[in-house]
Every structure is written in structure tokens, then in C-alpha cells.
């Protein structure tokens, strides 16, 4: 009896190395099939929002409408999720108060409460008054302009965020209901000065959030950061500015999200913010006190006292963002229910709640299966935040929308917030650059300016992407909402 030949030695190394190469493969295979599994449920959030509609809008005899429009304005809600949600949970996931599950959870709840509890009611049929109802007065021409703005500005939207900017996604529907107008009735059917606020908003918004910003930042490192005793200087700042957020955030919610439920003034929603202010920053100070017993006399410890008031503070601005922007988006949607149900075209139209479901809920899917990319970027990509700066960041926003509203200056809450989180940066820069030089000065070693130009806190290539992203807006969504039109009308 011969004996067997023994196995190669190596025979256990090659089955150890193929082995890895399988476990490598299937980590490839995961990390590859991740964006397809969103996607894949993107679209059957979509297809479950088209069938919804035909049982939700009370089996109008237009179906073939209503489906697909539904459609247009589940994808639409779908990107405003993606892109638009980032800005307010971006500076709380940055500065690591709010983990990405975390956010991605409390941007949901609130994007969904806002948006029916508060959501608007009523909204203006052609996006603000960007084309005149006159001019496209036949109900046929309307839906197909309304249906092209939605499915452009959702396309433009789309784009941004894979392209990692965040944009604007009133100045999209804008821009989309601006394109299919003008192809369907001219140059004359668009309200230009209209056109010229949401142009001039482009400066406004992003330099007056970031100013804000970096005025609030400024007084933080003056006041409380850069003092001897800090500990005592945060006891007596760091309840004020939190009256601060809760004073402008009731002042936000009152004037911009509360409409459907009560009709507030300018006036009075200053007057309850004012109010709220003040007994909040009162009833923080012994919260404060004891929260700071303990801590060490350094710049970390006060980051431990900006943490759960910046989270506070991101999901009350998703509560009114839900409430004050899904009514805009998908206002085209409740339009051409309007148009379709009714036979006619209207100024002012009322917001089904079949259709404020979709909206809301489209946010919510978005935001959770999109939204991280663009969280990590506004939180983490553009300047490096912690718990003050990105307070500042919230602060900033809901204070410019309330002072550009009492100066009726056209703002976007987008490129607020975005804006915010440059003047931070820049502001940093800024003060580095300050401080450096006068350490040159003193150790008579001035830094050299090529090395100073090197020392930025600031990424240009962001700076630059999403400044080019927020000016060609509305005319890519005004082009691409041309041509969508063009198309639909062909086809019918």
C-alpha cells in the first residue's frame, strides 16, 4: 500500500489568502450596493407616494395627473431632505453634540411635526407671485408648467447634493416655476422685481448670517473664552445667550412658523420672543451653575455648556423649516391638485393634507437615506466647529431671518446657514492672523506672509463650489424646467 502524497505546506497560506480576497470582495460589494439600496428605496417611496395619491385625493378622474405629479413632488421632497435638512443639523453633528443617528432621528421628528402642525395652510399658487396667474390661466398649461418646475427643481436639487452643495430649495422651485412660465407665456408673464429680491438675496443672506455669526463668536471669545476666570464669565454669558436662542426662535416660529395655527405680527412675534427671552435666560442661570460646579478653569470645559442648548436649538430650527419651507416646495403639487380638481387656476390655493404628507414625509426619507453627505460637509468640511461655534452658527440663523424680515429683505434660510458656518471660519482666520501677528511682533519674528497664507481655516474649494452653486440656481432650474415643459406639452 502506497502512501498518499502530503498536501503542499503553502496549501493552508493560498486557501487563508483567497479567503481574504472573498471577505475583501463582499466589503467591496457592501460598500458598492450601499447607495443602490437608497436608491433602491427612493424609488419605492416614490412609486408608494403615486399609488397613495389616487386613494388620498379622493379618486379624482384625472389620475393619470395626480400620479404623476405626486411622483414629481415625492422626488421633489426626497432632495429637500438630502440637501436642505443638512444646514440645520450640519454645525450640531460638526461639533460632535449630536451624533449622525442622532441628528438624522431629531431632524425627522421635527421636520415631520413642522411641517403638519405648523406647515402653511395657504400658499401662493406660482411660487410668490414669479409668474402672473393670468398669463397661464388655461388649466392644461398650468399643470404641465407646474409639473415641469416641480421635476427641475427636483433634478437641479438632485444634482447639488452629488455634487456635495447645498443650495437653496426655494430659489429652485423659483427658478423652475420661472423657466416653464416663460416658455408657456413670455418674458412679460414673470414678475421681475420679484426676480430681483431673490437675486439680491444671493449677497444678503450668506453675508448678513455670517456677520451675525461672527459678531456672536467674537463676544464668546471675548466675554467668556479668553478671560481669566471662565468659569465665572460662562455662569454669567452663557445663560443670556441661551435667552437669546429661545427669545429669537420663539420670535422664528411665532412670525414664520405658526401661521396655520395663529396669525402673528412682525410686532407681536418680537414682543413673545422678547418675553420668552428674558424668563428663559433667568430660569438657565441655576441650570448653568449647577451644570458648571466641577469643571476646570479651560476653553474645553465650556464646550460641555453649549451642548445641549445647540441641539435644542437644531431641532427647533428643523421644526421651522419643516413648517416654513415644505409649504414652498410643494406648492407646485397643491397647485396642480387645484388645477385638476377644481378646472381652473388660482392665485391662493389650499394645501391638502395628502399632500403636506408627502412632503413631509419625502423630508424625512430623504434626510435619512441622503442626507448624511451633505451633513458631514456643512458640519465638519467647510471649518472645523465645536459646541460655541456652532451655536453661533443656530444663533445666527434665526436671528437674520428676524431681522431681515422687520428690514423686508428678501433672505434665504439655506444660504443663512451656510453663510454662517463661512463667517465662523473666516472669523477664525481672522483672529489667528490678528494674534499671530502681534506675537510676532512682541518676539520681534514677524511670521512670513507665505506662511501666513498657508495657515487657512477656512476650505476655498467649498467657498467656491457652493457660491457657483447658489447664483446658477434658478437659471439651471429655470433651463431645465424649459425643457421638461417643452417635453410634457409634446407628449400631450
Known amino acids: 500500500m502506497t502512501d498518499r502524497p502530503s498536501p503542499p505546506q503553502n496549501q493552508w497560506k493560498t486557501l487563508d489568502k483567497d479567503l481574504g480576497r472573498i471577505v475583501q470582495l463582499e466589503q467591496a460589494l457592501i460598500f458598492v450596493s450601499r447607495p443602490m439600496i437608497a436608491i433602491s428605496l427612493g424609488v419605492l417611496f416614490i412609486l408608494v407616494c403615486a399609488i397613495a395619491a389616487i386613494v388620498l385625493s379622493g379618486g379624482s378622474s384625472a389620475t393619470v395627473i395626480l400620479v404623476t405629479a405626486a ?9 429637500i431632505g438630502a440637501n436642505d435638512v443638512a444646514n440645520n443639523m450640519g454645525p450640531a453633528v460638526g461639533a460632535n453634540a449630536l451624533s449622525m443617528g442622532g441628528a ?28 402672473s396667474p393670468e398669463a397661464v390661466a388655461d388649466p392644461d398649461t398650468f399643470v404641465w408648467a407646474m409639473m415641469a418646475a416641480l421635476l427641475a427643481a427636483a433634478l437641479w436639487l438632485n444634482l447639488a447634493t452629488w455634487v456635495g452643495a447645498p443650495v437653496s430649495t426655494t430659489h429652485s422651485i423659483v427658478g423652475g416655476v420661472m423657466g416653464a412660465g416663460i416658455t408657456a407665456a413670455g418674458f412679460g408673464a414673470v414678475n421681475w422685481p420679484t426676480m430681483g429680491q431673490i437675486a439680491a438675496s444671493w449677497v444678503i443672506s450668506p453675508v448678513l448670517g455670517g456677520l451675525i455669526a461672527a459678531l456672536f463668536l467674537a463676544f464668546i471669545k471675548a466675554y467668556i473664552n479668553d478671560v481669566p476666570d471662565k468659569i465665572t464669565a460662562a455662569r454669567r454669558w452663557v445663560p443670556v445667550l441661551i435667552g437669546v436662542m429661545a427669545g429669537a426662535f420663539s420670535a422664528y416660529l411665532a412670525v414664520k412658523g405658526l401661521r396655520r395655527v395663529i396669525e402673528i405680527s412682525l410686532t407681536g412675534g418680537l414682543a413673545l420672543g422678547l418675553v420668552i427671552g428674558v424668563a428663559v435666560t433667568l430660569a438657565a442661570r441655576p441650570l448653568v451653575r449647577r451644570q458648571s460646579e466641577g469643571l476646570e478653569n479651560r476653553k474645553k470645559s465650556l464646550k460641555k455648556l453649549f451642548a445641549l442648548p445647540l441641539v435644542v436649538s437644531a431641532a427647533l430650527l428643523s421644526f421651522a423649516h419643516g413648517a416654513n419651507d415644505v409649504a414652498n416646495a410643494v406648492g407646485p403639487l397643491a397647485a396642480i391638485a387645484h388645477a385638476v380638481q377644481e378646472g381652473a387656476t388660482g392665485s391662493r390655493v389650499t394645501i391638502p393634507l395628502w399632500v403636506m404628507i408627502i412632503g413631509a414625509a419625502g423630508i424625512s426619507f430623504g434626510l435619512v437615506l441622503f442626507g448624511p453627505k451633505l451633513i458631514r460637509m456643512v458640519g465638519g468640511e467647510i471649518t472645523k466647529l465645536n459646541p460655541m461655534r456652532a451655536y453661533c452658527v443656530a444663533l445666527s440663523a434665526a436671528i437674520t431671518v428676524i431681522v431681515a424680515s422687520a428690514l423686508g429683505l428678501p433672505v434665504s434660510s439655506t444660504h443663512i446657514a451656510v453663510g454662517a458656518v463661512f463667517g465662523v471660519g ?15 511682533i512682541e518676539k520681534g519674528k514677524p511670521v512670513d506672509p507665505a506662511e501666513r497664507g498657508r495657515r487657512k481655516l477656512v476650505r476655498r ?11 446658477i440656481t434658478v437659471p439651471m432650474a429655470a433651463m431645465l424646467s424649459a425643457l421638461i415643459f417643452l417635453a410634457l406639452r409634446a407628449m400631450s
Not at 104 to 131: H, K, M, P
Not at 461 to 471: M, R
Open 426 to 440: 473666516f472669523y477664525r482666520e481672522w483672529d489667528a492672523e490678528r494674534k499671530a501677528r502681534r506675537l510676532g
Open 461 to 471: 474649494a467649498h467657498f467656491l463650489t457652493i457660491g457657483a452653486a447658489w447664483v
Open 104 to 131: 438624522l432621528v431629531i431632524a425627522a421628528v421635527f421636520e415631520t411635526a413642522g411641517a403638519l402642525i405648523a406647515g402653511g395652510d395657504v400658499v401662493s399658487t406660482i411660487s410668490g407671485g414669479i409668474v
Open 71 to 79: 411622483a414629481f413632488g415625492a422626488y421633489m421632497a426626497l432632495n
